[in-house]
């Protein structure tokens, strides 16, 4: 059973970083899509970023792009997600999210209903 462990959140300033990560466990070898979601206060969970585990398609949410940088160590089975200059309205919980098939993301990359497995999440807050 593929389970993910998402670590690194805490308390940050704005224009300040963190990184994140995620240890994928039973998810050695597969060549599926892993992202990067995120819940604000009351808002719908929205997608973040994504990496193909068998290539080097990334994708990135237009509100994100350029100051965060999602990579993985398919050694470790280990997901990051470096974020840079973070603004308040980058806090939230961060999920890390797999798919049990295999084949790159695509377009579909920010639907939720895409990813299968779902890690416990990890909180971020961004003070101004």
């Known amino acids: 059973q593929v389970q993910l462990q998402e670590s690194g959140g805490g308390s940050v300033q704005a224009g300040g970083s963190l990184t994140l990560a995620c240890v994928a466990s039973e998810y050695t070898n597969r060549k599926g899509c892993m992202g990067w979601f995120r819940q604000g206060a009351g808002q719908a969970r929205e997608a973040v970023a994504a990496a193909y585990s068998g290539g080097d398609s990334r994708y990135y949410s237009t509100s994100v792009k350029g100051r965060f940088t999602i990579s993985q160590d398919n050694a470790d089975n280990t997901l990051y997600l470096q974020m840079n200059d973070l603004k308040v309205d980058d806090s939230g919980v961060y999920y890390c999210?797999?798919?049990?098939?295999?084949?790159?993301?695509?377009?579909?990359?920010?639907?939720?209903?895409?990813?299968?497995?779902w890690g416990q999440g990890t909180q971020v807050i961004v003070s101004s």
């Open positions: 999210a797999a798919t049990q098939g295999e084949g790159n993301c695509g377009t579909a990359w920010w639907y939720d209903w895409l990813y299968n497995y």
